[in-house]
């Protein structure tokens, strides 16, 4: 008899189903419901061009005067005011972007579709190729390489045992050549690429 109540309780609990419903049904709401049904809705004024920054106070008489006088003086001496007023507030000079590698093909600035003359830019950058080692000096050159990436002996050995390959990039050539030299006692080859 026990054993009858208990299970007619257990399965008379109600499901999850039953109390939630079912977990596809959306109900209509309205996203707009005005107060009064034959209300029209707010028309705004928008201006005409858009500041993120708001409103501005108009500018003062000085520097009024001052936009007339510069609109007043010739091209060549207009030219001269942007980097004299650089110079004189102490701006840090724009960096010049590197269009190195940059394909810009007949959308390019002045002369892009013509040839143009190679440049030979002075490199600074420098990369580190280990070309071979010895075989009996391969556990000192996997030494050298620890100590100048800072890599542990597993990746060293596994770098190494790579060759050829790049050790280090982007480095001055005094620090190309020193770990050159470090290579070639260690009993290696390496060159600066």
Known sequence: MKLVRLVKAVCARPSI????GPLQVR???HDFVPRDPNAKPKRFKYPQVYDPYGPRPPPSDKVVELAERFAALPPEERRQIGPTLTERLRHPKMQVIADEGMDLGAQGGAGAGAPKAEEKKEKTAFDVKLEKFDAAAKIKVIKEVRAFT??????????????????????TEDEANDIMEKIKAAGGVAVME
Do not use: C, S
């Open 17 to 20: 189903r039953e109390i939630m």
């Open 150 to 171: 800072n890599l542990g002996l597993k990746e060293a050995k596994e770098l190494v045992e790579k060759a050829p390959v790049i050790l280090k990039q982007g480095i």
């Open 27 to 29: 109900t209509f709401q």
